[in-house]
C-alpha cells in the first residue's frame, strides 16, 4: 500500500436531497444477481438436488451483501473506484493479474448473456441460437443510447427490469406451489452435501461465482462516486443511504435467484426422482413448465430471461468500462469501440459452442464457475484496502467485525475454489 489518503469532493453547500435520489447504484448491481449464469446454476441445483443448494445460494447473498457494501463504502470514502487503487496500491505485476482476472471475469459475464439471451429470443420467436447469438451485438447501441440520457435513467430503466422481473418470478414461484416447510429450513440451514459429492459442489461453486460477480465489486465502487461528483450530500450521509440501497436491492435479487431455484426443485425435482432425469437446459425447462403449469408460466420464464440477459449485459458493459480505464489509467476510453471488441471476443466462444451444439445451461455453468475462480482477486484487494486507516481513515477503515466476517467469507471462496481445482486435476478423489 502505497499511495496517501485520497480525499473525494466534498462541499460543505452540499445539495438538499429528497430520499429517493439517494437510490440507483444498487439497482443496476443487484441485475448481475439474477442474470442467466445464475438461472443456469440455480436450474441445474434445484433440478438434481431439490431445496438443499438453497443454503449456498443465501450464504452467497449475504457475502454479496457485505462485498457490495464495502465498494460503496470505499468509492464515497476515498473518490476512487477499486480499479484505481488497485493499480495504485500493488506492484505493477500483481495490478496486472487483476486487471487480467478482471477482463476473463468479465468475458466469463458476458458468454453468459449471449447464451441467454439467445436461448430466450429462441423461445420466444423461434429465432435460431446462433441467430440470437449474433443479434445481441445491438446492445452496443442500446448502451450508448443509455450513456447518452446519463446514470440517471439507466438505474430507473434497471428498476423497471427489477420489478418486472420480481413481479413475474413471485408469480411463477406461487404457481409452482413448493414445500415452504423445506424452502424455509433449506435456505438457511448448511448441509453437507458439497463435501462428498463432486458434482454439487461444483454447481455450489457456480452459484457462488454467479452471485458474487468480480465485475460488479469494481462497477458499484465507481457509481456511487456520481453522487459525490453531484454533491447530493456529505459522504457519510451518502454512505447511510447507500447501504439501504444495496441491502434492499440485493435482497429483493436474493428473492429472485432463490424463487428461480424454488421453482426448478418444485417442477424439475420430483422428475428426477422418478426417472433420473435432469431437466438442465433451458428449452427442457420451458417445454416441462407448460404442460405441468400452464402456457403462461413457460412465457413468463422465456420474458424473464431476456430482460435479465439483456440488462445483465448492460451492466458487464459498464463495468468494463470502469475496469479499462481504472487499471490501465485511461480516461474517456471510447465506450462503442470498447463493447465491440469485448462482444467481438466473448461472442466468438459463444458462436463456436453454439455451432458444436454444447449444451446452453452447460456453457453457462462452467463460466460462473470461472468466475468463482476470479473472485479472490477482487476481494482480497478489497478487504486489504478497506482495512486500511491511511486509505480509507479513521471513520471508514473496516470495523472489526467486518474483518470477522469477511475474511473468513474470503478465504471460504478461496479455499472452495482450490478444493474444486484439485479434484479436477484428480489430487482429491471426487
Given at each position: 500500500?502505497?499511495?496517501?489518503?485520497?480525499?473525494?469532493?466534498?462541499?460543505?453547500?452540499?445539495?438538499?436531497?429528497?430520499?429517493?435520489?439517494?437510490?440507483?447504484?444498487?439497482?443496476?448491481?443487484?441485475?448481475?444477481?439474477?442474470?442467466?449464469?445464475?438461472?443456469?446454476?440455480?436450474?441445474?441445483?434445484?433440478?438434481?438436488?431439490?431445496?438443499?443448494?438453497?443454503?449456498?445460494?443465501?450464504?452467497?447473498?449475504?457475502?454479496?451483501?457485505?462485498?457490495?457494501?464495502?465498494?460503496?463504502?470505499?468509492?464515497?470514502?476515498?473518490g476512487r473506484n477499486l480499479a484505481e487503487h488497485c493499480r495504485d496500491n500493488y506492484p505493477r505485476w500483481m495490478s496486472n493479474?487483476?486487471?487480467?482476472?478482471?477482463?476473463?471475469?468479465?468475458?466469463?459475464?458476458?458468454?453468459?448473456?449471449?447464451?441467454?439471451?439467445?436461448?430466450?429470443?429462441?423461445?420466444?420467436?423461434?429465432?435460431?441460437?446462433?441467430?440470437?447469438?449474433?443479434?445481441?451485438?445491438?446492445?452496443?447501441?442500446?448502451?450508448?443510447?443509455?450513456?447518452?440520457?446519463?446514470?440517471?435513467?439507466?438505474?430507473?430503466?434497471?428498476?423497471?427490469?427489477?420489478?418486472?422481473?420480481?413481479?413475474?418470478?413471485?408469480?411463477?414461484?406461487?404457481?409452482?406451489?413448493?414445500?415452504?416447510?423445506?424452502?424455509?429450513?433449506?435456505?438457511?440451514?448448511?448441509?453437507?452435501?458439497?463435501?462428498?459429492?463432486?458434482?454439487?459442489?461444483?454447481?455450489?461453486?457456480?452459484?457462488?461465482?454467479?452471485?458474487?460477480?468480480?465485475?460488479?465489486?469494481?462497477?458499484?465502487?465507481?457509481?456511487?462516486?456520481?453522487?459525490?461528483?453531484?454533491?447530493?450530500?456529505?459522504?457519510?450521509?451518502?454512505?447511510?443511504?447507500?447501504?439501504?440501497?444495496?441491502?434492499?436491492?440485493?435482497?429483493?435479487?436474493?428473492?429472485?435467484?432463490?424463487?428461480?431455484?424454488?421453482?426448478?426443485?418444485?417442477?424439475?425435482?420430483?422428475?428426477?426422482?422418478?426417472?433420473?432425469?435432469?431437466?438442465?437446459?433451458?428449452?427442457?425447462?420451458?417445454?416441462?413448465?407448460?404442460?405441468?403449469?400452464?402456457?403462461?408460466?413457460?412465457?413468463?420464464?422465456?420474458?424473464?430471461?431476456?430482460?435479465?440477459?439483456?440488462?445483465?449485459?448492460?451492466?458487464?458493459?459498464?463495468?468494463?468500462?470502469?475496469?479499462?480505464?481504472?487499471?490501465?489509467?485511461?480516461?474517456?476510453?471510447?465506450?462503442?469501440?470498447?463493447?465491440?471488441?469485448?462482444?467481438?471476443?466473448?461472442?466468438?466462444?459463444?458462436?463456436?459452442?453454439?455451432?458444436?451444439?454444447?449444451?446452453?445451461?452447460?456453457?453457462?455453468?462452467?463460466?460462473?464457475?470461472?468466475?468463482?475462480?476470479?473472485?479472490?482477486?477482487?476481494?482480497?484487494?478489497?478487504?486489504?484496502?478497506?482495512?486500511?486507516?491511511?486509505?480509507?481513515?479513521?471513520?471508514?477503515?473496516?470495523?472489526?467485525?467486518?474483518?470477522?466476517?469477511?475474511?473468513?467469507?474470503?478465504?471460504?471462496?478461496?479455499?472452495?475454489?482450490?478444493?474444486?481445482?484439485?479434484?479436477?486435476?484428480?489430487?482429491?478423489?471426487?
Open positions: 500500500m502505497t499511495s496517501e489518503p485520497t480525499n473525494p469532493p466534498r462541499s460543505p453547500k452540499a445539495s438538499k436531497a429528497v430520499w429517493w435520489k439517494f437510490f440507483g447504484p444498487a439497482f443496476i448491481i443487484s441485475i448481475g444477481y439474477f442474470d442467466p449464469g445464475n438461472w443456469a446454476t440455480d436450474l441445474q441445483a434445484g433440478s438434481q438436488y431439490g431445496y438443499q443448494l438453497l443454503w449456498i445460494l443465501s450464504l452467497s447473498c449475504l457475502i454479496g451483501a457485505f462485498a457490495q457494501n464495502l465498494c460503496a463504502k470505499l468509492g464515497l470514502a476515498t493479474t487483476m486487471f487480467v482476472s478482471a477482463v476473463i471475469s468479465m468475458m466469463a459475464t458476458d458468454l453468459a448473456e449471449i447464451i441467454g439471451v439467445a436461448v430466450a429470443l429462441h423461445l420466444l420467436f423461434g429465432i435460431d441460437l446462433l441467430a440470437g447469438a449474433l443479434i445481441t451485438a445491438v446492445d452496443v447501441f442500446l448502451i450508448l443510447l443509455l450513456n447518452r440520457w446519463g446514470y440517471r435513467y439507466i438505474e430507473m430503466v434497471f428498476l423497471i427490469v427489477l420489478a418486472t422481473v420480481s413481479g413475474i418470478y413471485i408469480a411463477e414461484m406461487f404457481m409452482s406451489n413448493p414445500n415452504y416447510e423445506a424452502v424455509a429450513i433449506d435456505s438457511v440451514v448448511p448441509g453437507d452435501l458439497i463435501l462428498h459429492d463432486f458434482n454439487a459442489l461444483f454447481i455450489a461453486i457456480g452459484v457462488i461465482g454467479a452471485t458474487i460477480m468480480p465485475h460488479n465489486l469494481y462497477l458499484h465502487s465507481s457509481l456511487v462516486m456520481q453522487r459525490l461528483k453531484d454533491n447530493l450530500a456529505p459522504a457519510k450521509t451518502l454512505y447511510r443511504w447507500s447501504v439501504i440501497d444495496t441491502n434492499i436491492s440485493l435482497f429483493v435479487a436474493w428473492f429472485i435467484n432463490a424463487a428461480i431455484l424454488i421453482v426448478a426443485a418444485a417442477v424439475f425435482h420430483p422428475l428426477f426422482l422418478e426417472s433420473g432425469e435432469i431437466v438442465d437446459s433451458f428449452q427442457e425447462a420451458y417445454k416441462t413448465l407448460v404442460p405441468i403449469l400452464s402456457q403462461g408460466a413457460g412465457l413468463i420464464f422465456a420474458v424473464a430471461l431476456l430482460c435479465a440477459g439483456i440488462a445483465s449485459s448492460t451492466s458487464a458493459t459498464l463495468a468494463g468500462q470502469i475496469v479499462f480505464e481504472g487499471f490501465l489509467n485511461i480516461k474517456h476510453i471510447n465506450l462503442f469501440h470498447l463493447r465491440i471488441w469485448t462482444r467481438l471476443a466473448t461472442m466468438a466462444p459463444a458462436v463456436i459452442a453454439i455451432m458444436m451444439n454444447a449444451p446452453p445451461v452447460t456453457i453457462l455453468v462452467w463460466s460462473q464457475v470461472v468466475l468463482s475462480l476470479q473472485l479472490p482477486f477482487a476481494m482480497i484487494p478489497l478487504m486489504r484496502i478497506t482495512d486500511s486507516e491511511k486509505l480509507m481513515g479513521a471513520d471508514y477503515k473496516n470495523k472489526f467485525w467486518i474483518k470477522l466476517v469477511m475474511w473468513p467469507a474470503t478465504i471460504l471462496i478461496l479455499l472452495l475454489n482450490i478444493f474444486l481445482i484439485l479434484q479436477c486435476v484428480g489430487v482429491v478423489p471426487s
